[in-house]
């Protein structure tokens, strides 16, 4: 039983920083892919940032390349994401995500937007809240 467990999430002003935190647990192996999503009050799901376990490639949304920087470690399995910069636009519900089935993640590296399709992970944590104000 894999379960994901987000914390960090808080208020901040315009321009502050903020890091997420995601604890795995029940692995029998650590997952292929891991990522970010959000989602804002009325709006869909959208991924923010995704990292290929094995290799350690990442891949971010365009809104926030530059200012957000997903990364893990392993030992602790843990995921994370920095939060620079932040905007009134990043606010929203933050999930952690994993792929744990080697088909699928074979699959979203052939796809070029798969990391951030949140149709491909089947392991979701309850997500931790972001708020910005600007």
């Known amino acids: 039983w894999v379960r994901l467990v987000e914390s960090g999430g808080g208020s901040v002003d315009s321009g502050e920083s903020l890091t997420l935190s995601c604890g795995g647990s029940?692995?029998?192996?650590?997952?292929?892919?891991m990522a970010w999503f959000r989602q804002a009050p009325g709006k869909e799901r959208e991924g923010v940032a995704a990292l290929y376990t094995g290799a350690g490639t990442t891949f971010y949304a365009h809104s926030v390349k530059g200012r957000f920087s997903i990364s893990q470690d392993k030992l602790k399995n843990t995921l994370y994401l920095q939060m620079e910069a932040l905007k009134s636009e990043d606010t929203g519900m933050y999930y952690c995500?994993?792929?744990?089935?080697?088909?699928?993640?074979?699959?979203?590296?052939?796809?070029?937007?798969?990391?951030?399709?949140?149709?491909?992970?089947?392991?979701w944590g309850q997500g931790t809240q972001v708020t910005v104000s600007s």
């Open positions: 029940g692995y029998t192996e650590f997952p292929y892919f």
């Open positions: 995500a994993a792929i744990s089935t080697l088909s699928t993640a074979i699959e979203t590296l052939r796809t070029p937007l798969g990391p951030l399709n949140p149709g491909r992970y089947d392991v």
